[in-house]
């Protein structure tokens, strides 16, 4: 039930028009979805998405800050994520430190193996990643930037983890790395969760954090970037069992996607095989989504075995097996991975949201992700229509994520909602006044109906409810 609105205009006697739903608006040409990521880096700027970080000193460059839209919508995703899985009764949490001891890393395999072939063009300073270039121009040394012959360097190993030191010496004893994924925090506190919450394998834990890497070519805005958010889970389970559980993960994973909205056709499962195959790995599916930049890794579901657990058990001597009370038996659980970069879920969320037909420009994204649910119109701004707007927009306050506008043209405010995906506009007018009644307007299909203003939060939430 919608509280009620205690409006001073409201009468008694007034006669409610019936909902109608007028018609349709066309939109202005054929639709087209985002083809170049600069529009969308623009757009992000220029609404409040994100933002170059430290643009007053040139920024600094993958690095991005979140502004007051982006931080909403980066809240949004989070919330989601977190929610499917702890809404599992075989899943607990962890908040694990960005800094761990420097053995975590050499046990990981981290220290010795996270790597990538780095090649620098001797005449441009461009700099590649060996496995990513055109093998011939390598084999030559041609550089693919400035085109110059025998410019670049031989490939050599460079690590990804960035490194600190610990307390007021930089000696080599002090060093330690901001984490390259959040994945270690829960491994080596697997003992510590599941003795504490009292699971029985099979179970999960999750964790959302940010991650490090000294990425060599990042790039293509929050796609790759060199600080970023890991949403991970890492899912417990008995050896024999573990490709049963890879299989229902991948499904669950791919199925999340598409609850945000992401079209179905933009998702695919693309199977690592042969050296694709990480060191850990005994089976590994990316989700991709087809960006502009191509189809491209969204999310990884990883079938690690016993790896992490019996490095961890090796480097640290410490025994972080699970005594399975049951059987009586005593086992290092094998490991299911779901990892997904949240600014990458982010970004995917934009690019398949975006949609422009000529002249508008709107985002058509799942309104459980949109920064706002409903933005506010008083027509004009004269005493008696802001007095009930004030009190409509309170009311809608207590019950979603709003906003008001009263500058400028309908028109315009209709815009400036639609370029950062407010799903509701409400526009309240003379005969609001009147009749009680307000004009609900729908970002796709700029369709408008008028509603009693009482119904307003129920209709909302029922469409949001019963969204896509
Ligand atoms: N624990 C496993 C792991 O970290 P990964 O494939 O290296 O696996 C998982 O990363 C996810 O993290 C990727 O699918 C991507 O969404 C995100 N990610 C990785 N590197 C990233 C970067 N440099 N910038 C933004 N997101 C990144």
Redesign the pocket.
């Known amino acids: 039930m919608s509280p009620s609105l205690n409006c001073a205009h409201r009468s008694g006697t007034f006669q409610v028009k019936p909902m109608n739903e007028t018609e349709i608006k066309k939109p202005a040409g054929p639709v087209q979805d985002l083809k170049d990521m600069n529009v969308l880096v623009s757009l992000c700027k220029q609404r409040g998405f994100v933002f170059p970080s430290s643009e007053v000193y040139g920024g600094i460059n993958a690095c991005w800050d979140y502004g007051p839209l982006g931080i909403e919508l980066k809240r949004n995703m989070k919330e989601r994520w977190w929610r499917s899985m702890t809404d599992r009764e075989d899943m607990e949490g962890l908040d694990a430190a960005i800094l761990m001891h420097p053995k975590v890393w050499e046990a990981s395999g981290h220290v010795a193996g996270f790597v990538d072939p780095l090649v620098d063009c001797k005449n441009c300073k461009a700099r590649f990643r060996a496995d990513q270039m055109d093998q011939a121009k390598l084999a030559a040394k041609d550089c693919p930037t400035c085109g110059k012959k025998g410019t670049l360097t031989e490939p050599r190993q460079f690590n990804l983890m960035f490194k600190t030191h610990m307390g007021p010496l930089e000696d080599s004893a002090a060093v330690v790395y901001l984490r390259?994924?959040?994945?270690q925090g829960i491994y080596v506190n697997f003992l510590n969760v599941q003795q504490s919450a009292r699971q029985k394998i099979p179970f999960g834990i999750c964790q959302i954090g940010k991650?490090f890497?000294n990425?060599i070519t990042?790039g293509n805005f929050?796609?790759?970037?060199?600080e970023?958010e890991?949403m991970?889970m890492q899912f417990f389970v008995k050896p024999g069992t573990d490709m049963e559980w890879f299989e229902k993960w991948k499904e669950l994973r791919i199925q999340w996607h598409y609850s945000n909205g992401i079209r179905k056709n933009k998702l695919r499962f693309h199977e690592h095989a042969g050296t694709e195959l990480a060191h850990y790995a005994k089976a590994a599916f990316?989700i991709e989504y087809e960006f502009p930049i191509g189809w491209s890794?969204?999310?990884?579901v990883?079938n690690r075995t016993d790896f992490d657990l019996g490095r961890h058990q090796q480097f640290s001597g410490k025994n972080l097996q699970y005594f399975d009370e049951q059987a009586k038996e005593k086992y290092l659980p094998y490991i299911v991975?779901t990892?997904?970069?949240c600014?990458?879920?982010i970004l995917a969320a934009l690019c398949d949201a975006y949609r422009f037909d000529g002249e508008r420009t709107w985002l058509e994204m799942h309104p459980a992700l949109s920064p706002y649910k409903v933005a506010l119109f008083p027509l004009m701004k004269k005493p008696e229509l802001l007095e009930f707007s004030d009190k409509l927009y309170a009311d809608l306050k207590k019950n979603f994520r709003a906003t008001y506008d009263d500058a400028g043209s309908i028109g315009k405010r209709y815009r400036r909602q639609d370029e950062i995906g407010t799903p509701f506009g409400v526009t309240i007018d003379y005969d609001s006044i009147n009749d009680h009644t307000i004009t609900l307007r729908h970002r796709d299909s700029m369709a408008q109906e008028r509603i009693p203003a009482e119904k307003l939060v129920e209709v909302i939430r029922e469409k949001i409810e019963n969204w896509g």
Do not use: K, Y
């Not at 890794?297 to 990884?300: A, D, H």
């Open positions: 390259p994924e959040t994945a991650a890497r990425e990042p929050i796609f790759r970037t060199r970023f890991q991970e990316d890794e969204l999310e990884g990883h991975e990892s997904v970069g600014d990458r879920a």
